[in-house]
């Protein structure tokens, strides 16, 4: 069955420091993958997709992920994390699931705390 | 920049009562997606629809109904609420096409205590 798993329930980091989220995914077809943030109060924001072409993808705010089908991953980073970074991440595959329909699958989430 | 609206912030209901979860979009999307979001758990769909009057059992539909009369607008009914639909609920729109080609966009979120 189509899965999005993300192993870490929350991540503290200190401000300045890098970055890694991990996602890891289940699908049987070339996937198409997202990472969306949610800032507390707020809703869903599309932080970055991949689709095809560079596996390297870059997004708003300093993001980037990596796809490595070998791995099924698609972990995202950023070199130096702002305060402002504290926030739910959100790491979804999309395609075409039974039915026929085209939707997203979401993972857990991961909650990131930046310490000053 | 695509809004995409929900009626109420915060809500609070007692069980068994009957409650309308209402999202307004303004970029004439034709599909629309509602969401409940909990701990641990992610973002699970329960209903979506692809056009007007059209509608479209998510993964968990059990307990809710939706309805789409106007194009913009997508609701979701809890006919009898009960304390396990507590939860935050997030409405999505997106115009048709392949999850590829269109990006999703998502309300602020309902906060929903059943009593």
């Known amino acids: 069955a189509q899965s999005v798993t993300q192993p870490d329930i929350h991540i503290t980091v200190s401000e300045g420091a890098s970055l890694e989220l991990r996602c890891n995914y289940s699908y049987g077809a070339t996937p198409y993958l997202f990472w969306y943030v949610q800032s507390p109060g707020q809703g869903l924001q599309l932080l970055l997709k991949?689709?095809?072409?560079?596996?390297l993808v870059q997004g708003i705010k300093g993001f980037e992920a990596e796809f490595k089908r070998s791995q099924s991953s698609f972990n995202l980073r950023k070199p130096s994390v702002h305060w402002s970074d504290a926030a739910e991440y959100f790491c979804a595959v999309g395609g075409m699931f039974s039915g026929g329909y085209n939707k997203l699958i979401f993972g857990a989430g991961t909650r990131l705390a930046v310490h000053p | 920049d695509v809004k995409v609206t929900q009626s109420s912030r915060y809500l609070v209901k007692r069980t068994g009562e009957k409650v309308f979860l209402e999202c307004v979009q303004d970029m004439d999307h034709e599909n629309m997606f509602w969401y409940r979001q909990d701990p641990g758990l992610g973002l699970r769909l329960i209903y979506f629809?692809?056009?007007?009057?059209?509608?479209e059992k998510g993964d968990i539909p059990e307990g809710y109904s939706v309805s789409r009369e106007k194009k913009e607008r997508f609701s979701l009914i809890l006919e009898s609420a009960s304390t396990n639909q507590t939860s935050m609920y997030l409405c999505a729109s997106r115009r048709t096409g392949t999850v590829s080609q269109e990006t999703q966009y998502f309300g602020p979120g309902t906060r929903l205590l059943v009593l």
């Open positions: 991949y689709f095809s072409g560079d596996t």
């Open positions: 629809s692809y056009d007007v009057k059209m509608k």
